[in-house]
């Protein structure tokens, strides 16, 4: 059964920069639909980014957009995170989730979908 694993948990000021991986052993992360999705206290867990399979088209939330990117390492076999200019509403446990293997996949904000899922990352922005 795949295992997503997130790295990169930080603490940094408001403007910081943090860099979020999501890794997997023995499945080839390539073949999977892979998500980002956060929860902060007291609120619901919501999509932050996704990338597809077949053409790596990628998608974002609109209170991320021109701050997130996410890209495929395939030469590590993870996917990840890059987060700029982060605001103190970005703090939240990131999570890392997964549908596939399959090969056309779609990217898809919305977790329900999602299979596999890693155990979460805190993210804290604060001055």
């Known amino acids: 059964q795949l295992q997503l694993v997130e790295s990169g948990e930080g603490f940094v000021q408001p403007g910081g920069s943090l860099r979020l991986s999501c890794a997997a052993s023995?499945?080839?992360?390539?073949?999977?639909?892979i998500g980002w999705f956060r929860q902060a206290p007291g609120k619901e867990r919501e999509g932050v980014s996704c990338?597809?399979?077949?053409?790596?088209?990628?998608g974002y939330a609109d209170s991320v957009k021109g701050r997130f990117t996410i890209a495929r390492n395939n030469a590590k076999n993870t996917v990840d995170l890059q987060m700029n200019s982060l605001k103190v509403e970005d703090t939240a446990i990131y999570y890392c989730?997964?549908?596939?293997?399959?090969?056309?996949?779609?990217?898809?904000?919305?977790?329900?979908?999602?299979?596999?899922w890693g155990q979460g990352t805190p993210v804290t922005v604060s001055s």
């Open positions: 989730a997964a549908i596939g293997p399959i090969s056309t996949g779609r990217c898809d904000l919305r977790p329900g979908g999602y299979v596999y």
């Open positions: 990338i597809s399979t077949s053409d790596g088209a990628t």
């Open positions: 023995g499945f080839t992360l390539k073949y999977y639909v």
